[in-house]
């Protein structure tokens, strides 16, 4: 993804200087012819199309303000009820994520979320320890992460 980035911004600089128009538009335009001839050749470039990759970038942060937006929702509904009936508890979240990175972000995405908050990672790391405000169903919260933040941070990593 870098490699293909940085020969874009390399295209787009060689198409500013070749017009002879030194302007922003001008570097626009070249970038932009860079994003066809990368997509025309990507067959001789060893990685995938880069823009697929920002893509899923793009999707994974709609994503987070989405939940973000709904998780605050939820937590004022909590603390507006006069009723207190939520159920707190921990659950053990199994994940597929296999690099630091990955797990770190998920961990981060989950306590960025209220209502929820990572507190350990297993030592295998193969387990995401996290407490949530109301756990009506285990098996939904862990469904709904893993198809989720999940799945998402696998779609920009993999």
Known sequence: MAFQLL???????????????YLFGSYVSGFIVGIGLIYLLNRYIPDEFYLLKVWAIIKLIFLFIKELILANFD?????????????????????DLKTNWEINLLANLITLTPGTLSVDVSRDQRFIYIHAIDLPDTNETIHSIKETFEKAIMEVTR
Do not use: H
């Open 7 to 21: 020969i874009n911004i390399f295209i787009g600089v060689i198409w500013m200087f070749l017009s002879e128009n």
């Open 75 to 95: 937590v004022l509904k909590w603390i507006y009820k006069p009723k207190m009936d939520f159920r707190p508890g921990i659950i053990a979240l199994p994940t």
